[in-house]
């Protein structure tokens, strides 16, 4: 069975930092891309940052380039989103999603709210 779990949202102040996680089962984690997506309330959904099978190529949303990393951990079928200097505009579900060919799995999402 495949599964994206993602971890470690929460709420956090504005400038704070979050790391998440999403553990990966079911597929050959190292052949997918992996990408982190988010969707605010009334906001279409945003690709925030991808990072390809391999690792060492990324690419970044403008609205989060310099304060988000994405890296992944093929051996722990792990990909992670370090977040620094949060803003209130980042508040949104954040979900995990794998890509190969045709294949496209998600995780279940998890709350970011970022509130003073």
């Known amino acids: 069975q495949v599964q994206l779990v993602e971890s470690g949202g929460g709420l956090v102040q504005p400038g704070g930092s979050l790391r998440l996680s999403c553990v990966a089962s079911?597929?050959?984690?190292?052949?997918?891309?992996m990408r982190w997506y988010r969707q605010a309330p009334g906001k279409e959904r945003e690709l925030v940052a991808v990072i390809i099978s391999a690792g060492g190529s990324t690419n970044y949303a403008d609205s989060v380039k310099g304060r988000f990393t994405i890296s992944r951990d093929n051996a722990k079928n792990t990909v992670n989103l370090q977040m620094n200097s949060l803003k209130p505009e980042d508040t949104a579900v954040y979900y995990c999603?794998?890509?190969?060919?045709?294949?496209?799995?998600w995780g279940q999402g998890t709350q970011v709210t970022v509130s003073s």
């Open positions: 079911g597929f050959t984690f190292s052949k997918y891309a």
């Open positions: 999603n794998a890509a190969w060919a045709y294949y496209n799995y």
